[in-house]
């Protein structure tokens, strides 16, 4: 009979039925105070006797609108600049360079001469090098050798294995005489024949360019050091 109420009713509908039931059964208690304790499980008990089985869960229902967007809200204020952090250790001492001491080979170093004076019978510019230079060098000037010193004061260039003095002035005198004990750290330069009642200068820059090294196989020098 409760079967054929369930499959009227359903599972809710059987529910009811069966408090209705148990109510008329209980009578006035029902009325007064309701089911007791051990009422309410004999129904409880009762609707999963006859409740079917759960039936396929259903789909699911479509997504809701989404809601409004809200404004986005003002910009903080930028927050304090935090303390400044401790000092690293120091590191540790690297070791030295390499000191170049040595004009490199096809290489060209450039420097300046100058004197003056008055009353002497001669005169002397010294040139000293930045770097040693090789020895054997050729001293030479461009109005007598343009092919070895073909630069000029404002741009001072030597071949290979020549030394170049381009004159920017000289007064009451000229180059006359080499004197260096030492061709490698510099060159003295002598200029005499001067008017011992006028004044005597010289200014001028000059260039000196290493030699290449020497082919083992040909005896030449290189020419592309």
């Not at 009979?1 to 599972?11: A, D, S």
């Not at 040595?102 to 008055?118: A, D, V």
């Not at 200029?191 to 290493?210: K, N, R, Y």
Request: with cysteine; proline share 10%; hydrophobic share 30%.
């Amino acid at each position: 009979m409760l079967k054929r109420i369930h499959n009227k009713l359903g599972t809710a509908g059987l529910l009811v039925a069966v408090v209705a039931l148990v109510a008329a059964v209980a009578g006035t208690a029902f009325a007064a105070g309701g089911l007791t304790k051990k009422q309410e499980k004999q129904v409880v008990k009762i609707a999963k006797r006859y409740a079917g089985k759960q039936g396929p869960k259903g789909d699911a229902g479509p997504a809701g609108a989404q809601g409004p967007k809200g404004d986005q809200g003002p910009k903080g204020d930028q927050g304090l600049k935090g303390d400044e952090g401790k000092q690293g250790p120091e590191g540790n001492v690297g070791p030295p360079g390499p000191t170049e001491t040595e004009l490199p080979q096809g290489k060209t170093m450039t420097g300046t001469y100058s004197f003056i004076g008055k009353g002497l019978p001669r005169y002397y510019a010294n040139i000293s090098f930045p770097l040693r230079a090789p020895t054997g060098i050729h001293l030479t000037f461009p109005e007598e050798d343009p092919v070895h010193c073909p630069g000029s004061a404002a741009n001072p260039e030597a071949a290979r294995d020549y030394f170049c003095m381009y004159k920017i002035s000289e007064t009451n005198t000229f180059p006359s005489f080499q004197e260096s004990p030492d061709t490698t750290t510099g060159l003295i330069i002598e200029f005499g024949d001067p008017d011992e009642t006028e004044v005597s200068s010289a200014l001028g820059i000059w260039a000196l360019t290493a030699p290449c090294p020497i082919d083992p196989e040909t005896e030449e020098e290189q020419t592309n050091c």
